[in-house]
């Protein structure tokens, strides 16, 4: 049985080697050497110090802060983007492609950019937030303006993944559906929604891992006061500026492994997604 | 044909339409038109002449060098990079490939901040490469091949990922063919397998380059803010907002935006163009 095991499949095509040998000698020393020196680092500290690093009071309340901002905003993000989606799918109205286009631009523009600019508006003297301001509710620097950059950054991530499967998604079904008696909200409840749930679960979880990770766009707008809006990436900076390096590593190997968590769940979530629509 | 009573069941009530419209259109506005908006209009905020200042300024230009500098590295790496993965991977079937391909993935589920630490790890101070590499006088953190080291990394996965499902698809059966009929490689690679994709290829460095030139956290962790040495665009943005000089820190803003507008407009043509290509 082994005899007959290749490592690659007989081809007429030339130029195997030299491109998976330049692959994987590119991929090991730009990204697989440094990562793993990410655990060598931590591999300096023992065990009870790892663990008082990466459970002490201001770490908790940062992982508090970004988790639930991040949970927050890709709650937000699937509402609203499956919404905005719906629109741009089914509906026709005056300048649909541009809003269509619009919903890039988180992917476009420079984090930097996107947090002065929402600064700006939501803070106390800003566009939106002098509105806010008389009602005694401050956004910017504190988890509400965080919230709203989860928000801002995410949403492409719900909509580009909800689209293309709404939009293959087959007028009979629904026509069937309604001839057999279901009103327009049983159908979209019991035929459309089960049908997009894989995507709109697709979408989630990239929203929520972004958000996880995201750094430009938020630390302008949080205030990033420690235990009160200081999220996790802020806090590996704060530390490696103390030339904590073991600390700020720590934390960083526990934001990577949820990281990796979330693209394995992602993956998952997208063969689930792709399954269904091969059945259906 | 469908009876009226089945059209009404399979759209909804025109106010529902109306309603969604108004509610989707109303949160696009505010969540991401706004912002882009705002940047534009407090760089003019103190008029044009203000904003002109505020780039026309050694700091920003010098910014603006090196932003331009590090994306003319990373972009071209990351390029040989992506038709080499996309070659081995989309052309001959080998053990791991599925394995291989979450691996360039990879850097697309890691915190900027995390990409920038790994190479402060690597090479600072206190690592054994660090203390060799200060000892012969070769900087790489807090200098220029730093910033590239780490722009190379956040921009890693994007023009493979946007080249791989497009070769799988295409198959090899035209490059075999041409193999077959007595083309080099090489011959095969120029003539036969890059016209195909290089709507893709353009695709990718588009993005790869939009991000390269924008990219904030890996850079800032890596960078040590030397004014008019180590600051990217981002970073004098950020460096400039802090210093509350905002209309500054807004005029140099919005040459981002303007690379963002375009980029995305740029990206629209391409999708235009295949989608037309393909029918």
Known sequence: ?280 | MASDKVNKSTSEPLMVQITITFLGVAFLFLIIGMPLVAVFVEAFSKGFKAYIEGINEEYAISAIKLTLLVAAISVPLNLVFGIAASWAIAKFDFVGKRLLITFIDLPFSVSPVISGLIYVLLFGVHSALGEWLIDNDIQIIFAVPGIVLATVFVTFPFIARELIPLMEEQGVEEEEAAILLGASGWQTFWQVTLPNIKWGLLYGVLLCNARAMGEFGAVSVVSGHIKGETNTIPLHVEILYNEYNFVAAFAVASILSLLALITLMLKRAIEKHTSAERG
């Open chain 1, 1 to 280: 049985m082994y005899k007959n095991f290749r490592f690659v499949k007989p081809s007429v095509l030339p130029g195997f080697k030299l491109a998976l040998g330049f692959t994987l000698a590119y991929l090991l020393i730009i990204v697989l050497i440094p990562l793993s020196g990410l655990f060598f680092k931590t591999a300096t500290l023992t065990w009870p110090q790892f663990w008082e690093t990466i459970t002490s009071d201001r770490v908790m309340h940062a992982y508090y802060i970004s988790f639930g901002t991040s949970f927050l905003a890709a709650v937000i993000n699937v509402i609203f983007g499956l919404l905005v989606t719906w629109m741009l799918v089914r509906y026709d109205f005056p300048l649909k492609k541009f809003f269509d286009a619009m919903v890039d631009l988180p992917f476009a523009l420079p984090t930097a950019v996107a947090g002065i600019a929402l600064t700006a508006l939501y803070a106390p003297n800003g566009w939106i937030g002098k509105y806010f301001e008389p009602l005694g509710i401050k956004i910017a620097f504190t988890p509400l303006g965080i919230l709203i950059a989860l928000v801002f950054i995410g949403l492409p991530f719900v909509v580009r993944t909800v689209q293309p499967v709404l939009e293959d998604m087959e007028k009979e079904l629904e026509e069937a559906a309604a001839s057999l008696g279901a009103n327009r909200w049983q159908t979209f409840t019991r035929i459309i929604l089960p049908h997009i749930l894989p995507a709109l679960m697709t979408g989630f979880a990239m929203s929520f891992a972004r958000a996880l990770g995201e750094y430009g766009s938020v630390i302008f707008i949080a205030g990033n006061m420690p235990g009160v809006s200081e999220i996790v990436p802020l806090l590996i900076v704060v530390k490696l500026e103390q030339y904590d390096y073991a600390g700020a590593t720590a934390i960083a190997v526990v934001m990577l492994i949820v990281s990796f968590i979330m693209l394995f769940a992602i993956n998952m979530l997208q063969k689930w997604s792709q399954t269904r629509i091969s059945r259906g």
